[in-house]
């Protein structure tokens, strides 16, 4: 009989068997969750570190140029006045309503000027109307009510955002700054239940989920807004579970602990949007300026949701590589909004039908004069150190003028190109330097003929023989040991033997000599043999010391060349040697800065110099007198002919073999000095007169021109002089009125019975 098979049955474990595996299980479940509450204190304190730091961002610094003052009878054209608004990105608007839009009709012009925070001060939005005429500004009234305004001024350009290159590029951005309309874009794209979710949104995923596969792409993002801060605040773009959960983690940390709007405001200022060259462009305040030149609260609905669009993805979205697909999805925000009555049918067919309307790609509305941002950078390494651009959210204001720098560059280039043509020159080069002749700021400056290039600063670094750019330190320092204008020099031959045995004999640009010269004469014809017989008479060391006083540094050669202009300066040490005259004798240090404020602006740095007396303003004045005969009767004689009704001075100056070309000339409120030569050092073949006069004569046709005004100082009056140089009485025959200093003048003497022709002495020109 055959044995029937048994069941095989399941083993039972004992229940201790299975109390252990349950006790592991358990003992897991602590460990891990222990695991989680270690690692949320970490991640809380991480947080807690940055968010609640009192700066989030290393921010760079800003630099501004010198607001625009606007007052009845200032030189401003209407031209100028619009080259301005290009640069701050003023919109045309046939019906200007808002802050950053004007109107033109004729010479006449309606502008809403933005609100702007000064260092003294907030001064609000304003609709102003400006009346022109030429070169004028003749009226400004309040547009609301017509009543007539005295003083206004614009808000500043940006010029440039300081920064090294481990710091990100923002413009912090406050949640009161935001449109509403936009945060209300924004969330209505990226995440409409931001206000009521805990930082991870169940309902936002799903939600995604289904959108993107209607559309069949990505159009919609599960992750909430504090999901992406604390991605792109926080972790790395690695893509993998764990650093989902960590994003979700501390999405959920931020919520708990933050303020919606703080968290909002984070998002808005933290969140990448494009790429400027090698640096990016974060947030949504400089993505404006980055993509459309203005500030995000003058934006329009189109324009707002494009900036959504590159929350996406900046580089898929790229608006100047792909526009059709960054217009696609500008398009879909814009019926986003339609659908939730945010816009009418009619505003979004509107808004639908605009091109992009984005600016040229990296040009904001800053980085376009790199040489006086040079100027910018060494002077406040000077003054504050080298570390000094670490500080985050630096404001600085700085003295360039927009319309001055203008100018000063179409000056440059425009004549250069002319001067080749028209004299067969090549390879020209040219500086100039443009400041206030009362405050000695920096009003402009032109370091080469390519205004663009961050290269050779020539305005600063190319040190060159001045030539007779020397000469009125010569005359001051005669005038001041007790010569007069009116002091005959000789214009003879003249040979001087140095201690070597070598000899020097020095010539007039026209080889040829004139007898007795008057003092001013000689100048104003820029005479070298009567200009180095004074230089020795005087003494090298006494006008070397007169061209410290005027604020030279450089090493002073102590040779009879000196008095011809062997010294080697770049035009702006010519020019800050000039400005101690233009002020007659007060030295004040050249400046591109006015006021720096801190990250919470406050004042840290508030331009405060007081002007030193180097120089006798009574000799200055006299020189000064002197250089306006050189504008009028000498070397720079086109400049009467050209601005008939106008007082200027100036100083013309050439080198050996005219290798440089020089001119220093200023009106009541600018001293200019141009440097025209060759960087190979070869000569260009050119004078002051026509080589570096002809680009001042153009700075000030397009600039405008106030006619330079010299208060008569204490101790000079007006004096009858004959032609040995003595003071004779009033009515003598032949006699020549000039200033002269009371402190230095002889008696009177009669009056000679033989007639003086002084004029035959002053038209034949030197350089």
């Not at 360039?400 to 000063?408: E, I, N, S, T």
């Not at 560059?409 to 040219?430: D, F, H, P, T």
């Not at 060391?541 to 006083?549: I, M, Q």
């Not at 000498?634 to 050439?654: D, E, M, Q, W």
Request: charged share 20%.
């Amino acid at each position: 009989m055959a044995k029937k098979p048994t069941k095989k049955s399941t083993p039972v474990y004992p229940f201790w068997h299975w109390r252990r595996w349950i006790g592991l299980a358990i003992k897991l479940g602590l460990v891990g969750i222990a695991f989680m509450v270690l690692f949320g204190i970490y991640l809380d304190s991480l947080i807690h570190s940055k968010f609640d730091s009192g700066q989030k961002w290393q921010l760079p610094a800003v630099v501004y140029s010198r607001p625009l003052e606007l007052f009845p009878g200032q030189r401003l054209s209407l031209q100028q006045m619009l080259h301005e608004l290009k640069l701050l990105n003023y919109r045309e608007s046939s019906n200007p309503k808002g802050p950053g839009q004007y109107a033109v009709n004729g010479q006449r012009m309606v502008v809403i000027r933005r609100s702007f925070n000064f260092a003294d001060g907030t001064e609000k939005a304003r609709p102003l109307l400006l009346t022109f005429s030429g070169q004028r500004l003749a009226n400004i009234m309040n547009a609301d009510n017509q009543r007539e305004l005295g003083y206004i001024r614009m808000d500043p350009v940006l010029l440039d955002r300081l920064s090294g290159e481990e710091i990100e590029d923002r413009i912090l951005l406050r949640i009161n700054q935001v449109p509403q309309s936009f945060a209300n874009m924004l969330l209505q794209v990226e995440d409409r239940d931001f206000y009521n979710h805990g930082g991870v949104s169940l309902l936002s995923i799903g939600r995604a989920f289904l959108a993107n596969l209607r559309a069949g792409h990505t159009v919609q993002g599960g992750s909430t807004l504090t999901q992406q801060l604390a991605k792109n605040y926080f972790l790395t773009r690695e893509r993998s579970i764990w650093r989902k959960v960590q994003e979700a983690y501390m999405a959920v940390i931020i919520d708990y602990r933050y303020d919606k709007n703080q968290i909002l405001e984070t998002y808005m200022n933290e969140i990448y949007l494009g790429q400027n060259f090698a640096q990016g462009v974060y947030g949504f305040g400089l993505a404006s300026y980055f993509y459309f030149g203005m500030p995000l609260n003058e934006l329009e609905p189109d324009q707002m949701a494009l900036l959504v669009t590159m929350v996406r993805g900046p580089s898929y979205y790229d608006p100047w590589r792909y526009p059709e697909r960054a217009q696609q999805r500008r398009d879909m925000i814009l019926r986003l909004m339609l659908e939730n009555n945010q816009l009418t049918p009619e505003q979004f067919q509107s808004y639908a039908a605009r091109p992009l309307g984005l600016i040229e790609r990296g040009q904001m509305t800053y980085g376009r004069t790199p040489a006086f941002m040079n100027l910018l950078r060494r002077e406040l390494r000077q003054r504050f150190g080298a570390g000094f651009l670490e500080q985050s959210g630096l404001k600085i204001f700085t003295s360039l003028d927009p319309v001055a720098q203008q100018a000063a560059e179409e000056s440059v280039s425009s004549q250069l190109n002319s001067i080749e043509k028209r004299l067969n020159r090549k390879s020209l080069q040219g500086a100039m330097v443009v400041t206030n002749r009362h405050s000695g700021e920096v009003s402009a400056l032109v370091g080469g003929r390519d205004t663009s290039y961050a290269g050779l600063n020539r305005a600063l670094d190319a040190r060159r023989p001045i030539g007779s750019q020397v000469k009125p330190a010569v005359y001051l320092t005669a005038l001041d040991q007790g010569y007069q204008l009116a002091t005959p020099l000789k214009d003879e031959p003249l040979q001087l033997r140095n201690q070597g045995g070598k000899t020097w004999a020095p010539q007039n640009y026209d080889k040829t000599y004139r007898g007795n010269v008057p003092l001013y004469a000689a100048m104003a014809n820029s005479l070298n043999v009567p200009t180095v017989r004074l230089g020795m008479a005087v003494g090298v060391p006494a006008v070397a010391e007169t061209l410290k006083k005027m604020g030279v540094t450089q090493d002073i050669p102590l040779f009879p060349s000196l008095f011809l202009g062997i010294l080697e300066l770049s035009p702006y040490e010519v020019n800050q040697a000039y400005l101690t005259l233009a002020t007659e004798g007060l030295y004040q240090p050249l400046t591109a800065i006015r006021t720096i404020q801190d990250n919470s602006d406050k004042v840290i740095y508030q331009r405060a110099e007081k002007a030193e007396r180097r120089l006798s303003s009574q000799s200055a004045y006299l020189t000064l007198f002197a250089m306006t005969k050189v504008a009028s009767l000498g070397t720079a004689r086109s400049l009467a002919a050209k601005f008939p009704n106008a007082v200027l001075a100036g100083k013309t100056g050439s080198t050996d073999n005219l290798r440089d070309a020089w001119f220093t000339g200023m009106d009541n409120d600018e001293v200019v000095t141009v440097w025209v030569g060759r960087d190979d050092n070869k000569p260009a073949g050119l004078t002051g007169a026509n080589g570096a006069l002809p680009l001042f004569s153009d700075y000030m046709t397009r600039r405008g021109v106030n006619s330079l005004k010299l208060p008569v100082p204490q101790g000079i009056s007006m004096v009858n002089f004959n032609l040995s140089g003595k003071p004779v009485a009033s009515g003598c025959g032949g006699a020549l009125m000039l200033p002269a200093r009371s402190d230095k003048l002889p008696p009177a003497e009669g009056c000679s019975s033989t007639p003086v022709d002084w004029i035959k002495n002053m038209f034949a020109l030197g350089e």
